[in-house]
């Protein structure tokens, strides 16, 4: 469905006093990722690595800077606006705030109207889909003359998710979907999404924070950090035998009144963390990294595979 072949995101820093060289930040540095048709990736990392920045690259929302996408064996990168409006009607994004992302002065109608209106469908038929989609996301159909400000946060995110299955799409990009949302309400929006995937055969590329919801709901996992990808395995092998000091170090981090992941004191270790040069060369982790080495330091590790379906960038992979 979606495939990434080295994709790359810099931003240029303006010269200064303080530094009067141009310098690049790597917000994403040579991602190679690939999702299956009607399957779940879950994509984790910490604030500021670089997931949402990856998922407005897919959605061409910002430019890339290296690389290629394509979807379904098609190379989107350097589509222009026109070309890819066919296309995307097939990508769409549910965002992690559901207040924000949705207009206070647009009724839900209007809300799940908009796309299908740019897309010029008939009056008629746009009126019977927003009826079917509410029912779809569990909301009654005489939502559709409400506010925003006149739901709760889970159903503005049942709305969200209805703008976004308004024009049939195949992918769906979920940026922290279920994030703001109480437990409860975040075990019902899990089970919608599961639901509507089962019904509408939907590929999810799913961002989040939360180690246990992306487990629940992830057929893989790819392990962010610092704009690269370090780690990428199906789920229950991930979670159950990482093999990247950072993934174990995330999955330690996971309150748990029994621990199932046993690390012993030198391989949970992590060195007191420093800031590396904006033009660092070398592994994105070492200064953290308690088996680094000088090879570390001088040079990027590739994402090899080093069991079937598990994936990782490491120069270590036996001793980690």
Same mark, same amino acid.
């Given at each position: %469905?979606?495939?990434?072949?080295?994709?790359?995101? $810099?931003?240029?820093?303006?010269?200064?006093?303080?530094?009067? *060289?141009?310098?690049?930040?790597?917000?994403?540095?040579?991602?190679?990722?690939?999702?299956?048709?009607?399957?779940?990736l879950g994509l984790v990392g910490e604030s500021g690595c670089g997931k949402s920045t990856l998922a407005r690259i897919i959605l061409k929302l910002?430019?890339?800077?290296?690389?290629?996408?394509?979807?379904?064996?098609?190379?989107?990168?350097?589509?222009?606006?026109?070309?890819?409006?066919?296309?995307?009607?097939?990508?769409?994004?549910?965002? /992690?705030?559901?207040?924000?992302?949705?207009?206070?002065?647009?009724?839900?109608?209007?809300?799940?109207?908009?796309?299908?209106?740019?897309?010029?469908?008939?009056?008629?038929?746009?009126? /019977?889909?927003?009826?079917?989609?509410?029912?779809?996301?569990?909301?009654?159909?005489?939502?559709?003359?409400?506010?925003?400000? /006149?739901?709760?946060?889970?159903?503005r995110q049942r709305v969200g998710i209805a703008r976004a299955l308004a024009t049939n799409p195949e992918l769906l990009i979920l940026d922290e979907?279920?994030?703001?949302?109480? *437990?409860?309400?975040?075990?019902?929006?899990?089970? !919608?999404?599961?639901?509507? &995937?089962?019904? $509408?055969?939907?590929?999810?590329?799913?961002?989040?924070?939360?180690?246990?919801?992306?487990?629940?709901?992830?057929?893989?996992?790819?392990?962010? $950090?610092?704009?690269?990808?370090?780690?990428?395995?199906?789920?229950? /092998?991930?979670?159950?035998?990482?093999?990247?000091? $950072?993934?174990?170090? *995330? !999955?330690?981090? %996971?309150?748990?009144?029994?621990?199932?992941?046993?690390?012993?004191?030198?391989?949970?270790?992590?060195?007191?963390?420093?800031? !590396?040069?904006?033009?660092? &060369?070398?592994?994105?982790?070492?200064?953290?990294?308690?088996?680094?080495?000088?090879?570390?330091?001088?040079?990027?590790?590739?994402?090899?595979?080093? #069991?079937?379906?598990?994936?990782?960038?490491?120069? #270590?992979?036996?001793?980690?």
């Open positions: %469905m979606l495939r990434l072949n080295k994709v790359s995101k $810099y931003y240029q820093l303006n010269k200064s006093f303080i530094s009067p *060289l141009r310098k690049k930040i790597k917000a994403v540095d040579s991602v190679c990722l690939e999702i299956k048709s009607g399957e779940t910002i430019a890339p800077s290296a690389g290629e996408i394509y979807f379904q064996d098609q190379e989107i990168t350097d589509l222009s606006e026109n070309q890819f409006r066919a296309l995307r009607q097939k990508i769409q994004i549910v965002f /992690q705030d559901p207040y924000s992302s949705l207009s206070p002065r647009l009724t839900v109608k209007k809300i799940i109207s908009e796309p299908l209106q740019a897309f010029k469908q008939k009056k008629v038929l746009i009126a /019977q889909r927003v009826k079917e989609l509410l029912i779809n996301v569990g909301l009654n159909p005489e939502y559709e003359n409400r506010l925003p400000h /006149q739901l709760s946060g889970g159903e979907a279920v994030s703001s949302l109480d *437990l409860s309400t975040q075990a019902q929006v899990l089970n !919608l999404l599961k639901d509507l &995937q089962s019904k $509408y055969k939907l590929t999810y590329l799913f961002i989040a924070h939360n180690l246990d919801v992306v487990r629940y709901i992830s057929d893989h996992v790819a392990v962010m $950090y610092k704009g690269r990808i370090v780690e990428q395995a199906g789920v229950n /092998q991930l979670y159950e035998n990482p093999s990247h000091p $950072y993934t174990k170090i *995330l !999955l330690n981090s %996971m309150p748990s009144f029994e621990k199932k992941l046993l690390l012993n004191k030198n391989q949970s270790a992590i060195l007191e963390k420093q800031i !590396l040069p904006l033009d660092n &060369q070398g592994c994105c982790f070492y200064a953290q990294c308690n088996k680094a080495q000088a090879q570390c330091a001088e040079e990027k590790p590739e994402l090899n595979q080093i #069991k079937l379906g598990h994936w990782l960038s490491c120069f #270590k992979p036996k001793e980690i």
